[in-house]
Each structure stands twice: as C-alpha cells, then as structure tokens.
C-alpha cells in the first residue's frame, strides 16, 4: 500500500513538471510578448527605440534554458513572477481572483451532481415511459448547447424578462445564481448518463434481486444498494470534469461579467502575459493531480472489491 | 446595499411589483401633469450605475484618449481650461485667466486659489508645473510618454505660488486649447512619480476633481464617490459645489447585449457604446439617446503605402472610388453618425467640405484600376504580375460594429476586383502585424480632439503614425515617408497665427484626401443611452460624459 | 452507414405519396418494419446529420441566395417567404449562410476528430498492447494533457498557428487526444485478455499483426462510438472558441460564429442567434445519440 502510495505521488510530480515544461515550451513559442502588447499601444506614442529599452528592462531576451531555469525555481519556491499587463506579482491576482471561481466551480460541481442524481433517479423511479424517455433524453440536450449561449438566454429571460435575478451589481449571492446554472447544466450530463447507466447495470446484478426477494421495495433498493454502488464509478470523472470547470469557468465568467481564474486566464492569453498563463496551468494541473489522486487513493476504501483485486 | 434597499431597486418580488403597478400607474399620471421646470430641480444623492463596454488601460492623463480611460479621467480630474462644447471656446476653470505671447512661444496661468487634490495637497503653481512638464516632455525613467496634445514643449517656470509659465521651443498654437482636453487632466504630484506601469490602478490616480476613486477591482468594476467639499466646477456650469451624485459605479460590461438589457430591465442607469441598431428599440421605449460628436479624425480608413500594393496613388484612388459611405451609414448606422464629408468631422475646428472627393463611383475605380495595370482574374481579383490585389485589415474593436463596416466595404471593393480579408486576431499578432505594412495593406482609423492638431495626432510618424512612414512607429517599413505632409503638420503645430492656421489644416485635408492616403467614412459619436431617471448629463467637448452636473430624479 | 437510414426516410415518404397504390402499400409496410427495428431517435438522428452533410456536399441545392454578400438595405429583416431565417446587420440571408456554414463547421468537427482519433489511438493502442514501461510513460504524457487546460491549450494553439477554421479544428482535436487514448488503451487492455489474442500470440503472431489483425478491430466499437460523441463536442468547442474572439475570420459563415456574433442582436433581431444556435443544437444531438447506438445503449 505504502509502495503503491508514493508511486502514485512519483507519477504525480512527473505529470506536474512535465506540465509544467510543456506550457513553459508552448508560449514561448508564441508570436508576441506582452511586454509588446502593452508598449505597442498607440496611444502611448512610444518609439521603437523606447519599447527596446523596455524589453531590456524587462529581461528578456536571456537564452531559454536559463529563462526556463530561473521560472522553475521561482515556481518551487512560490514566486510566480509578475504579470506584465496588470503590473502587479501574478500571486496578488490569483488571491484576487481563485476563491471567486472556487466557489463558482464547487458550487457548479456540486449543482450538476444534484441534478444528474435527481435526472437519473426520475428515470428509474417514474412509471410513465413517455417520462423516463424524454428524462433520459435530457443529458444529451444538456451537452448540446453552448455554454455561452445558454448563459446569454440565461440572462435574458431570468434577469431582463422576468426581472428576477439582477446580473448587474447583484448580491453576492445572487450574482452566483445564474453562472452556476449555466455551469452546471452541461457538466451534469456526462454525470447523469453514467450514472444512469450504472443504475441500469446494478439493478442486473444478483443481490438486487436477492434484495428484492427478501422484500425490500424497489425505492429502498435503490437508495440502499444501487445508489452506493452507482455513485462510485461516478467519482473517476469528477477528475476529468474539472478540466471542464475550468473552460466553463472561463465562457461564464466572461458572459455574466464576473472576476476570476477564468477571465484572468482569457486576458492572459489575449495579452500574451506569459507569467500569469504558466501559474494558471501550474494550478490546474496541481488540481488536477490531486484530485486523480485523491480518487485513485479513495476508491479501494470506498470498493472492496478493488482492493481485495490490490492485496492479490 | 442592504436587502430591503436591493429588492426595492430592482423592483422586488413579481408579487410586490404587481401591488406596486397600480400605485406606479397613478403616480405617473400625477407627473404627467407636473409642469416640466418643478421637475428640473437637482435632487442630491443616489449612485449612478455606469455600464462600461471596456475596462480601462492606463490612467496616466495624456492616455485618456482611450474612450474607457478617459470616461473615469473626466470624474477625478480638472483641467486648467474649459472648452465650451458648444462654442469651442476655451474658457477659464483651474485658471482663472491667461496670456499668451505674440508668437505662442510662452503661455502664463493664473491659478484659482482653495483648489485642492484630494489628498489634501493644493494645486499650485508648482504643481500645475510638474504636470505640464511632465505631459510635454515625459518621463523615460518612469515610462511615461509624451502627451499626443502638446507640441514643442521647452520647459516650465513658476513665477509665483499661483502663477506658471510654459516655453515653447517654436511656436504652439494648439496648447492652450491643449489644457483643456482629457490628456491635460491635473493629477497630484506624487502620482506622477509612480512608474507608467502602476498607473493602471485607478486608486492611486489623485485628482482633484469632483468625484474620487474609492475602490477598484481590476478590470472589472470601480467605485467613485463625490467629494464633499469640491467648490471649483467650471464656471459655466450651473453650480460650483459638490456634485449631486453621491457617487458612481462604473461596472465593465462587455456584452452588448447585457448593456442593453440591463439598462431597459432596470438595472443600470447609462450604458456607453449603444450600437445603432438597438437605438429604434431603446428610444421607442422611453430612453434617450445621446451621441455626442467626437469632433476628430473620422472613423476611416487609412491605407499604408509602404505596402506595394497601395503605394499606387490610382489605386488608392480606386479603392476610394469604390467605397459608398452612403450605403454604409444606411445599412449599419443611424442619424448619430453623419458621413463624413472630410478627414474631420464637419464639427471640428477647421473642417473644410470636401464631398465631392468622396463621391462613390465604380466605374471610374475600375478605370483606374486597369490604368494602374491590374486586370480582372478568372477569380473576379485583379492581378498583376502574377500577384493579387488582395488586402488585409484587423478589426478595431473599439470601433463600433468595425467589423461589419469592415465586410461591408469588403463587399464593395470586391465589385471592383479587389479582395479585402478582414481579421479579428489576438490583440498579440494583431500588434506585430499591425506595424507591418505588408501584412496589413489597410487599418481602420479614428481619434478624437477638438483641436485641429487632432490631424496631427493621427498621421504624423511621432504620433500615432496611422500610414506607418520610415522613422515612426514601425521598423518593418521600408521607403515610405511624405515629407510634404511632415511639413505641413509641423507648420499646423508651429503656425501662431489663427486665419493662417486653419488655412494650413484645410490644405493638410485636401492633401491627405488628393493623395488618397485615407478613406474617411463616418464621423465618430460616442453613443449613451440612459435611464430616464438620469438628468443633467454633460459631455465634454470630445464626447467624454462628465457626471459632474448629472443627477437622478428618484435617487 | 449512411445509407441504411436514407433508404429507410425515401420508402417512408414514397408511401406517403402513392399510398393508393397496393405496391406502395407493400413497401410502406417493409419501411416501417424497418423503422419499428431502428429506434426512431436514432432514425432521426441519421437523417439531421445526412441533411447537414448534404448542406455541405451541395449548399448551392438547398439555398440559393449569396450567404457572405447579401443586400445591404434588406437587413435585419424577420424571417419571411424571401428569406426563410430573416438576414443578418449586412442583408445577408441568414439560411443561405447556415446551409454554406455546413461545410465549415462539419469538416472543422471533421478535423478535430480526425486529429484526436489518429493521435490518441495511437498512443492509445502502443500504450494497452505493450504495457509496462512504455504504458507508463504514455500514460503519464497524457494525463500531462489532461492537467493543461483544454481551453487555455486551444486558446494557445490559435494563437501560435493562426486565426482560421482548420486551426481551431486542430488546436480543439489535440485538446480531445487525451479522452481517445485512454479509451483505447482500456479497450485494449481488454481485449488482450481475451482467449482468441493470447491463441492468435501463441500460433506465432508478431506483436504488430495481433495488433492490427486482433486488437484493433475488437476496441474499435466504443472508440467510434466515442469519435461519435467527439464530433458533437467539437463543433460546440469550435462555437465557444468563436465566442471568445478567436474563431475564423469573417465572412465565414461558420456556425458557431454565426451564434456568436449573433448574440449581440439578441434584443432588436433575435432569430439571428436562434436559428443557427437550434441547428448546432441539432446536431451535437444527432452526434451522441449515434455515438450512444454504437455503444450498444437502447435509447
């Protein structure tokens, strides 16, 4: 267990660095630079000469290795650099703006769970095929629209037509209403089909039917066996899913007008602030081991069957 | 705000509203009858919702030509002079009176006394002084530019606690007109000793105008809030003490949609960039529109003859020829934005008519097309020499609907036989590429300034260089370079005499037209729409709202 | 595959037409025995995705008008006889630019697919087939993908290749390299199990020819099944690349550029947004419901 463990971790670290490298690699690689982007602009009036001086400045230039070298280090040990575009260390704006689309993505994780349960279970529980048809139907709508669109009829008829939620200077509680409906809808369905899917595969299985035989109803045996035993399978793509909070994060920050690693992110690239790109991907991608592992190191706890499968 | 506040504001719940619409109905009736002068009187207090349609750059004062910038500049600064929006005239407010020498080589100020920034530091003389110099020559150490407005700038000398004088190098006519504009904004000495980079945080801007920043979150919403005891508006407005508003919020609001909505459903109480198309919409249910000229350079295109492509004056002219303002205006603007009828809009000072230059006519382009060389493709594209007549332009995004304009003249070139590709681009490529006139054989163009320098600010290759000459902005440029037309804005800048001076800028009109270097289409508003409980909106004279006078009838 | 469903939509509207005809009658009987075996979602879902390739193959069948020149003063204009979807800010009709925007937005799902397809299958396949040291390593290089954003990585790749369809296809294809290798490599760690691999080794079969002979044909259901899934995905991630500023340049008529650039109108024409955002709807629809049918779901 204890081998399995720190191996897990090893890998971890290398999927980490090698993220790390990767992204280093892809925007140097990338046209301009921000310190360009920013210096460019015509309405400052500055000569080529100046902008020059400014690079200089700015150190650029240095070969890349040892550019490489020098962000590796500032990253181990927490320095994050500074972003050119805001003037201000990238660690000021990731305190700025990360607890805005933690809450965001937690509470639009957690809606799209809610409603893939409540999806799945409607399907199974209700007599009415016509019903359990067009609930089974809904996942797949649900992954067909586009975010940004559906925020934007969102907005439209929730806060301009029926006036019932304001997206303009909200309570901050109220300006997460909508964005987290819009988030949640489309990471719901893959939820849902999985787990409607499961659902299906369990009821097959023997100690249902054993269950049923000793006369459970068919609403106890859902809750007490079939959901356990549905809902696993469910946890491995909440790893993956993140990476869709994330795009999400970044289509409904920009439709609702909110602050956070999403629309930092979306400048970011739009500026070419390279600091601030390299400490979005070392955060999610940080996320996204931990949360692998977390799974990964779960999952023979919550399933004997696994680790019955790991003792061998 | 607290909940009870809330739910007023935005109407509360449907079962509140629908109790209140009876009482509402009633009470509108009442007004109706009200005659209009006992409504007129300013109400103080309430904040004013402001959606902006971009988040602002930079808030160094001469930067305030960016719409964003200078919508927040105009709240927290002063100028040392007021013009008239009406008359143009430059009138007194920081100064309180001025002279100039005969050859506009000196400038002296009287400064009003009691003025203060509102960090408690008096603007005096001394003050004033480290502005201007600080404007006219820059800073290198700290980054910060020269202002676009000010020519010729020597130096400053403080002739008393509360009197400056500026010296010219040569002649500059343009400058008291210069302390007016949004450029010229009075800011605290100690913000001018913070390096460019950090003067993009809106908070440590100190003016000492009648409103203050209070809070900002970067990029996306700040707070401004009246100072109390402001007592030195302009004098031509219609009160000189604290503003009415107790403050401002300014929310970012990209979506247009979402600007549009919010206002009409309630929620906010002037939305800036209100396209055309939604004026119909917007005004039909009771919300005015008001789309103050920028009175510069119009909304054009300029081509960039270093590009071989363009370097031929027929071509150009073609090109010029080919482009129908008319169906333009028509198809994707309305009454607010006027065709132009020179490189300046008709309300600029020293405008001249020149419409006759640019009057459409296809068939003489294609002329001139085939004089130049270029024969129609099998494709449709004109060809020589084995290469197309095929241009590319980068949408200007503050531009209104830049990019349908854009397809749109793309549509009318290529009845011609001439393909132009128009780009929307990161603004990364879009910067390089920008400043290579090969990659970019055209741009769209526009500034605003009520001065004829505004012509300067555009062309010249030490502004902003919209034709890309060698020696400007652009090392990627091979040849290009129009001294004729160098000449003619250094004698516009240096030219003291005013007859005479206006006399040069009807001549750079002509020139700039004559040699076809740019394609004007419309003169440029910026285009508000606000609530009907907002009164008293003032814009200065390029079109930048001042909330100074501005009050709501239900705060 | 295409054609199953189509002969099936061609007896079904014949029977329509001569339905006096006893003939007629007898194939109108054969075709909805046809349609009572395939689920009539699934019926529906082929003949969305044979009409929008057809919109591809031949727009100049379904619409006539010019989709990126239209007339500048029959603009904004609702939907009429003239003009079946209204017109767009410049007068161009809105149908005639959904029907030529088929070919743009079908074959940049296309190329995404066809990129994710290729490169995650191989790495995919080597990675199940060899196993050990080399299964680490690419599975490591994969969750490496996934760790990166896949909008930030497509956002990037845009940048750095340029603005235009087939780059956005590409940049959203290797963002989805990730979810086909390690399908496939499950598949074929499962197949490799079976008794037939191990005999097909154990009769002197190199590694390679198994490989192909065996264990790819065997884990290729749930991958097309998935490649199915995929070529929705794409063209929603393509739209919302639109959204964001960096799709193709305009005047394409691409979809998801249409829905974007659309959404401005939302107040004053709102059939401009609508129109072509139910069609991509549509679509991404069509696409899971044929990708669930090849992963042997029922409904």
Redo the contacts between chains.
Sequence with gaps: MVRRLLARIG?AL???L??FT??FL??Q?????AI??K??????????E?IAE?HAAYGAGMPLWSQYLHALGNFLTGDFGTSVQ???PVRD?LA?NLPATLTLAALGFLAAVILALAVSFLSNLTGFVWLR?SL??LP??F???????LG?LL??VF??Q??LV????P?PWERLILPVAALAVPISAPLAQILM?NIDAVLTQPFVAVARAKGASRHSVLWRHVVPNALLPTLTIAG?LF??L??GA??TE??F???GLG?L???A????DMAV?QA??VI??TA??LI?LAVDLLYPLLDPRIAEADAR | MTRDEASRRWGGDAATRRAALGAVAAVLAAFVAVPASAAEEPVTGGTLVYLEQQAHTNLYPPAGGFYPNGGILNQITDKLTYQNPKTLEIEPWIAKSWTVDADATAYTFEIREGVTFSDGTPVDAAAVAKNFDTFGLGNKDLKLPVSEAINNYARSAVLGPLTVRFHFTKPSPGFLQATSVIGSGLVAPKTLALPFDQLGDATRIVGSGPFVIVRETLGREIQFAARKDYAWGPPQSSHGGRAYLDGIKLIVTPEDSVRIGALLAGQAHIIRQIQAYDEREVEAKGFPISAPSTRGVNNSIAFRPDNPLVADLRVRRALTLATDTREIVDTLYSEHYPRATSVIAATATGYRDLSAKLAPDAVAARRLLDEAGWRVGPDGIRRKDGRELALTAYESLPQPQNKDMLQLVAQQWAKVGVKLSVLAGDSGSRTLDMLDPLKTGVAPVMVGRADPDVIKSQFYPKNRDALLQKGGSSTKVQAFVDERLNGLFDAIAGEPDRAKRLQLVGEVQEYLLDQAYVIPIFEEPQAFAASPLVKGLAFEAVGRPSFYGTWLTRP | MSTVPTRVFASGSEAGRTAPAAAARRIARGGFAALRRTPPGLVLAWLVIATVVLWALAPGLFAGQNPVAGIAREKLLPPSAAHLLGTDALGRDLYARIVHGAVHSLSGAFVAVTVGLLAGTSLGLVAGARGGLVDLLVMRLVDTLLAIPTLLLSLTIIVLLGFGTVNAAIAVGLASVASFARLTRSEVVRVRGADYVEAAYGSGGTFWRVLWRHVLPNSLTSVIGLAALQFGTAILSISTLGFLGYGAPPPTPEWGLLIAEGRNYISRASWITTAPGIVVVLVVLSANRISRAFAGSPR
Excluded at chain 1, 29 to 33: F, I, S, T, Y
Excluded at chain 1, 40 to 46: A, C, I, S, V, W
Excluded at chain 1, 166 to 169: N, Q, S
């Design positions: 890998q290398v999927v980490l090698a993220a990767a992204s892809l925007l690689a990338l046209p301009a630079d360009l982007i210096f460019m602009n015509p309405d400052l009036g500055l000569s080529p100046q400014i805001a003037g201000v704006s700025a048809n089974a139907a797949s709508l992954v067909s629209v586009p975010v940004f669109w934007i907005i439209q806060s301009f029926l006036k304001p997206v303009i200077d309570g899917r993956v990476g869709e994330l795009a970044v289509v920009t439709v007008g909110l602050n629309t992110t979306q400048q690239v739009a500026n070419q790109l979005v991907v999610s991608a996204f081991v692998n």
